[in-house]
């Protein structure tokens, strides 16, 4: 059992390159999530998903898209990345987005735009 | 604005006991998540908390007061491999989760 898995593990970039981030689940969960992770600031929430074909905003949702074509994969896009974006990213699901649900975190891509 | 306060570092000692505080302001409660996370490695889920009260598990136990918005994680018979960040989490009245900082605690023999 893979759980959640992310590609690539780490990622140099220039910036104004495109780049996109893979998530990949196989544990059938209906909601995914899109998070990035910065040196003494909480998780926040880029995007997330809460069923497959629909996708919503997070906290700070903008130079970032996604799309959620089937319930497995969650893919995330930087049009042109900035420095700014330079962030370990993680990849969750949940059963379905609900109160009581867990969240289960893939191992993360660390970014680094140049 | 949402605020999830926890301190950024604790040290104890190896066997002892440690409570980590967590304080919160959100637009909403729909629970509280405790995650551990290991230095370079994904959060794992520890606990969740949505009625007032303490939830026991093993040498971990995690308590609620809603009136208060307070939450503390008590980890108790320190091993060194308890050494890691601790991340509280608020869910809002949007579903979604509200993270602090993280506590990182540092464990000595």
């Known amino acids: 059992i893979a759980g959640i898995t992310q590609a690539p593990t780490s990622q140099i970039l220039a910036a104004g390159r495109r780049m996109t981030l893979r998530c990949t689940q196989d544990m059938r969960h209906n909601a995914m999530y899109w998070y990035r992770q910065d040196l003494g600031l909480g998780l926040r929430l880029i995007h997330y998903?809460?069923?497959?074909?629909?996708?919503g905003k997070g906290e700070v949702p903008d130079g970032y898209s996604v799309s959620r074509a089937n319930t497995d994969d969650f893919p995330l896009t930087l049009a042109s990345a900035v420095p700014s974006q330079t962030s370990v990213y993680f990849c969750?699901?949940?059963?379905?987005?609900?109160?009581?649900?867990?969240?289960?975190f893939g191992p993360g891509t660390r970014l680094t735009v140049l | 604005g949402q605020n999830i306060d926890q301190p950024t570092e604790m040290t104890a000692t190896e066997g002892a006991i440690v409570q980590i505080n967590c304080t919160y302001q959100?637009?909403?409660?729909?629970?509280l998540f405790w995650y551990q996370q290991h230095a370079g490695e994904a959060p794992t889920f520890l606990s969740y908390?949505?009625l007032d009260g303490l939830e026991e598990k093993g040498r971990f136990s995690s308590f609620l007061s809603r009136s208060k918005g307070y939450s503390y994680l008590l980890l108790k018979e320190l091993q060194m491999k308890d050494s890691a960040s601790y991340l509280c989490a608020v869910m809002d009245s949007n579903y979604q989760l509200i993270w602090g900082a993280g506590t990182k605690l540092i464990i000595k023999p």
């Open positions: 908390n949505v």
């Open positions: 998903s809460n069923t497959a074909g629909t996708t």
């Open positions: 969750a699901s949940s059963e379905s987005g609900g109160s009581t649900d867990t969240q289960y």
């Open positions: 959100t637009s909403g409660f729909n629970g």
